[in-house]
């Protein structure tokens, strides 16, 4: 139990073109879903907290603007990249928070790669 | 401010060779929770642990034995016996009950060579 898919895998995209990245929880229902970036050889650091059927909280130095997050179920959110560029070239990961279950747990998504050209 | 500190940036080891990991924190949080992750090559992040700020008993599962020190503010995972599979990124996390996100530490890289 406690699956979460992200689709899709990996993305190539030209740069100022829009992405869009799906975080689904498959056999739960998660009012909070996280939505992290992890650089080359780097940490995961987390973007923005995602809450269903309202805006997403963005974390300091995170551009609201061009990472539009929509939760719009309560097993589906998604991340559009706006305007890409080679600079958002990155491992983007999601994890969701079962409803009714300890603020702590989350589950993880695989990871989206997406490449900015 | 919550931190978490993964000094070895990587360690390389023999097979067979037994290998800590080193993890300290911080915070100002009287509950929080404490996990360790596996990244291997692929990129999905593999659930190890999670210990709370009220347990300090220490955990063994299989070749896997975590050690918590509040008195220090360690979290050490150390592998017995490593095996190439064991070759990943490993990532130290404190989640605490005042912020409710989870603060990743910069990872080890673990090198099992046969």
């Known amino acids: 139990g406690a699956v979460v898919s992200q689709h899709p895998s990996w993305v190539i995209c030209k740069s100022g073109t829009s992405v869009k990245i799906e975080c689904r929880s498959l056999?739960?229902?998660?009012?909070?879903m996280f939505w992290y970036r992890q650089f080359p050889k780097q940490s995961l650091m987390l973007m923005a907290t995602s809450n269903e059927g309202s805006k997403a909280t963005y974390e300091q130095g995170v551009e609201k603007d061009k990472f539009l997050i929509n939760h719009a179920s309560l097993t589906l959110s998604t991340l559009t990249v706006t305007s890409a560029h080679p600079e958002d070239s990155s491992f983007y990961i999601c994890?969701?928070?079962?409803?009714?279950?300890?603020?702590?747990?989350?589950?993880f998504g695989p990871g989206t790669r997406l490449t900015v050209t | 401010a919550q931190k978490v500190t993964q000094a070895q940036t990587e360690i390389s080891v023999v097979e067979k060779e037994d290998v800590t990991l080193d993890c300290v924190y911080e915070t100002r949080d009287t509950t929080y929770y404490l996990f360790w992750y596996k990244q291997p090559p692929s990129g999905e992040l593999v659930f190890l642990i999670r210990?709370?700020?009220?347990?300090?008993q220490n955990e063994i599962s299989g070749r896997y034995s975590w050690n918590f020190q509040k008195s220090t503010s360690s979290f050490n995972f150390t592998i017995t016996a490593s095996q190439v599979v064991d070759s990943a990124v490993y990532f130290c996390?404190?989640?605490?009950?005042?912020?409710?996100?989870?603060?990743f530490g910069t990872g080890t890289l673990l090198a099992v060579q046969p």
């Open positions: 996390a404190l989640f605490g009950g005042a912020t409710n996100k989870l603060i």
């Open positions: 994890s969701a928070r079962p409803i009714g279950r300890s603020t702590y747990e989350q589950y």
């Open positions: 056999d739960f229902q998660a009012t909070t």
């Open positions: 210990r709370n700020s009220f347990d300090e």
